[in-house]
C-alpha cells in the first residue's frame, strides 16, 4: 500500500553512474548509447516504470507517469516523444484555448491534435542539440502536464473520452471506500470546529490555519490522490501561501469553500480517480536534514498557547502542519520519511487499523500509546538506514506519552537531533 508523493531523488549510485556515461556518450556523438544509458537512469527497478529497446538503429521507448504513458523514438539524427491525453468527436472552442493557453507556459513541448482527434502533448528535437540535459526536462514536462491535464480536462470538459488508460490498476471497491470515508469524516470534523469557533477565528486565526493546512497534507499523503482532487489540494497550498496580501481570515474562508466543494463530490467522481499509478518523475525538491530541523524550529512554538489554553486539537495541528508540509512539498532524506511516515501511523492510528494495519500504536478513546510497539518501529527504521547513515540514532527517551500534544511535540525534537550523516 502506498502513500505520498512520488519522487526520483531516491536513486541508487548505479544509476547516477548511468547518467554520467550518458553525458560522456553524448559529448563523443555515440548518441544511442548516451540514450540507452538516460533510461537506464531513469529506471526505478520498484516502479517498473521505463521500458525502451533498440533495433536497427532506433531506440523505441516507453515512459509512465501517473495515468499517463509516454511513447516515443530515438535515432542517431532525432528524437520524440509523445503522450495521448483524450479523444474528441468535436473541436469544443474551451477546451482548445485551455490547451492553447498552456502552451505558452510550456518551455519543451506543446498540446497538439493528431490525426485521430486526440489530443497530445509532443516533444522533438534534433539528437545533435537532444543532450540528456534537455531530454531530462523535456520527457518530466511532458509527462507531469499530459498526468495532471488528461483527469482535469476529463472531469470539467465531459465529451472527451479517455485513452490509453489500459495500464492502471484501480484500488480494491473496499480500500476506495474506507478511503472516500475518511476523506468525508475528516473534512466534516474541521469544518465542524471551525463552526463551533472555540476558540474564536477572529482572534486566533492562526491555530484554524494550522489546522486545515494540516488536513490538507494528510489527506493528500493518506489517500494518494490523483485528478480532480489532487488538484484541488495544490491550488489550496497555492492560494494560501500566495503573496496577495489577503487577510487571514479570508484565505480560511476560501480553503472552506474548496473543502466543501470536495464534499459535495459524487462518490463515483472520486473513486474514478482512485488507482495504482506507475510514476518517473517526481515534482517535489530535494533537501537535507537541516531543513527539516529549520522548520520545526520555526513552527513548533506556535504550538504553545493552543496547548497551554485548553484546545489540544489545535495544538496538535501545528507539529500536524509541519510533518505534512515537509512530505507536501520537499523530497526529504530517507531515515526522515520513514519517521513521517510512522507519525502519521500513531496519530492516525484508527485509519491505518481499518486499512488493515495490526499495531494500535495510539488509542484515541484514552489518549495512550504502546510504547513498546513504537520503539520497537522506531528501532526498525535505525536498522533499515544504518548503512548509509551510520550515525542515525534517535533518541527514543526524549518521547513524552503524557498527551497527544506532548508527544507529538517531543516526537519532532526528538527528529531535530538526529545526525543523519552519510557514511
Known amino acids: 500500500m502506498r502513500f505520498g508523493r512520488y519522487t526520483d531523488s531516491y536513486k541508487e549510485e548505479s544509476q547516477y553512474d548511468f547518467w554520467d556515461r550518458s553525458l560522456e556518450?553524448?559529448?563523443?556523438?555515440?548518441?544511442?548509447?548516451?540514450?540507452?544509458?538516460?533510461?537506464?537512469?531513469?529506471?526505478?527497478?520498484?516502479?517498473?516504470?521505463?521500458?525502451?529497446?533498440?533495433?536497427?538503429?532506433?531506440?523505441?521507448?516507453?515512459?509512465?507517469?501517473?495515468?499517463?504513458?509516454?511513447?516515443?523514438?530515438?535515432?542517431?539524427?532525432?528524437?520524440?516523444?509523445e503522450a495521448r491525453i483524450a479523444h474528441t468527436d468535436k473541436l469544443d472552442i474551451d477546451f482548445m484555448r485551455r490547451l492553447l493557453e498552456h502552451n505558452f507556459r510550456l518551455k519543451h513541448s506543446r498540446f497538439a491534435l493528431d490525426d485521430e482527434n486526440n489530443i497530445t502533448i509532443r516533444f522533438d528535437s534534433f539528437t545533435l542539440d537532444g543532450s540528456p540535459y534537455k531530454l531530462y526536462f523535456a520527457l518530466k514536462e511532458v509527462a507531469t502536464s499530459a498526468d495532471k491535464q488528461d483527469d482535469l480536462l476529463l472531469d470539467e470538459f465531459r465529451g472527451l473520452q479517455a485513452v490509453d488508460a489500459e495500464h492502471l490498476k484501480p484500488l480494491p471497491e473496499e480500500e476506495k471506500k474506507l478511503k472516500f470515508d475518511y476523506l468525508a469524516g475528516e473534512i466534516a470534523w474541521v469544518l465542524e470546529r471551525l463552526n463551533r469557533k472555540q476558540p474564536s477565528i477572529d482572534e486566533y486565526p492562526g491555530g484554524y490555519a494550522y489546522m486545515l493546512l494540516h488536513l490538507i497534507y494528510k489527506l493528500d499523503y493518506l489517500i494518494r490522490p490523483e485528478g480532480f482532487m489532487m488538484e484541488t489540494l495544490e491550488r489550496m497550498h497555492r492560494r494560501y501561501f500566495a503573496n496577495d496580501g489577503a487577510p487571514l481570515g479570508d484565505k480560511i474562508e476560501g480553503l472552506k469553500r474548496e473543502l466543501q466543494r470536495l464534499m459535495n463530490r459524487d462518490q463515483e467522481d472520486f473513486f474514478k480517480e482512485m488507482y495504482e499509478v506507475t510514476s518517473t518523475f517526481g515534482i517535489t525538491n530535494a533537501v537535507n536534514h537541516d531543513r527539516i530541523v529549520s522548520f520545526i524550529d520555526g513552527e513548533l512554538h506556535n504550538m504553545n498557547w493552543y496547548q497551554e489554553n485548553g484546545f489540544p486539537m489545535l495544538a496538535v495541528s501545528v507539529p500536524g502542519y509541519i510533518v505534512g508540509y515537509c512530505m507536501f512539498n520537499y523530497a526529504i532524506p530517507l531515515p526522515d520519511r520513514d519517521l513521517f511516515h510512522l507519525y502519521y501511523r500513531i496519530v492516525e492510528t484508527p485509519f491505518f487499523l481499518k486499512l488493515g494495519f495490526v499495531q494500535r500504536l495510539y488509542n484515541v478513546a484514552n489518549d495512550s500509546f504502546d510504547k513498546k510497539g513504537i520503539r520497537k518501529e522506531l528501532k526498525r527504521i535505525v536498522e533499515k538506514h544504518q548503512d548509509k547513515y551510520p550515525q542515525f540514532s534517535p533518541k527514543t527517551s526524549m518521547l513524552n506519552f503524557r498527551t497527544l500534544p506532548d508527544f507529538a511535540r517531543s516526537y519532532l525534537l526528538m527528529m531535530r537531533e538526529l545526525n543523519l550523516t552519510r557514511s
Do not use: C, M, P
Open 25 to 81: 556518450f553524448f559529448e563523443a556523438e555515440e548518441y544511442l548509447k548516451a540514450y540507452d544509458a538516460f533510461f537506464r537512469y531513469l529506471h526505478d527497478k520498484t516502479e517498473d516504470n521505463v521500458r525502451w529497446e533498440e533495433n536497427d538503429g532506433v531506440i523505441r521507448f516507453e515512459v509512465y507517469q501517473g495515468s499517463k504513458k509516454i511513447v516515443g523514438t530515438a535515432d542517431r539524427t532525432k528524437i520524440s516523444a
